[in-house]
């Protein structure tokens, strides 16, 4: 069985400064581990995913993750946090033997003061 | 480009009523289809998906049901609502083929069972 876990309900952090939403998995193989963003009354957008390759990986909006096999973790990460990053953040795991099934956490507030 | 629709937007009904709820997607062919529920504070749950048309899996037992009948629609539907139903229902599709796992949302139903 897969399953992620994000520690955090919200995270508060103030415009300008670095941001960090925390995830960790557990899968019984190798993972595909996604992030998505959710804005209010509104589905989720796809924003970047770790399939292979560079640990580090870069998608939308200026936002970073890093896989950390030892530490079973794919924290989201940004330099410099906007007001407009104010929403919710879900992780997600899926393994090739599961298909295209994502397993999601159960998401981090993120809001961001002046 | 690929486009994927939803609606109704919001939805309130009496208990014991029954549901359908529609998704379709555009500009791709055989996609993978799924419908989640997010309630109130929580992460996603996944109830149904399919890879083709007629072909669903469930994922959870519950009230509900799903239907495929053509390539790109994808229906939930109740015979009669409880309240707990009520949530936000998402329907997202991924390719069947060539970059897998990346799950495209729908801007969601509100459910709302009174």
């Known amino acids: 069985a897969q399953s992620v876990a994000q520690p955090e309900d919200q995270v508060n952090v103030a415009e300008g400064n670095p941001l960090t939403v925390k995830c960790t998995y557990s899968v019984s193989g190798n993972p595909y581990l996604f992030w998505y963003v959710q804005y209010p009354n509104r589905g989720l957008q796809f924003l970047l995913k770790?399939?292979?390759?560079?640990?580090l990986v870069k998608g939308s909006y200026g936002f970073e993750a890093e896989f950390n096999k030892s530490q079973t973790s794919f924290h989201l990460t940004k330099p410099s946090a906007h007001m407009s990053d104010a929403a919710e953040y879900f992780c997600a795991v899926s393994l090739k033997s599961s298909g295209d099934k994502l397993t999601f956490g159960t998401g981090t507030r993120l809001a961001v003061r002046p | 480009s690929q486009t994927i629709h939803q609606w109704p937007a919001t939805l309130v009904q009496p208990v014991g009523s029954p549901l359908s709820l529609e998704c379709t997607v555009e500009g791709t062919s055989n996609p993978n289809l799924y419908w989640y529920r997010q309630a109130a504070g929580r992460g996603l749950q996944l109830l149904f998906y399919?890879?083709?048309?007629?072909?669903i899996s469930s994922e959870v037992p519950q009230n509900l049901s799903a239907s495929r009948p053509q390539d790109r629609q994808f229906i939930l539907s109740s015979k009669k609502l409880l309240l707990s139903d009520s949530g936000f229902y998402l329907c997202?599709?991924?390719?069947?083929?060539?970059?897998?796992?990346?799950?495209?949302f729908g801007a969601g139903t509100r459910l709302s069972v009174l």
């Open positions: 997202a599709w991924s390719q069947s083929s060539g970059i897998k796992n990346i799950q495209y």
């Open positions: 770790y399939i292979t390759g560079d640990n």
């Open positions: 399919s890879v083709g048309i007629g072909q």
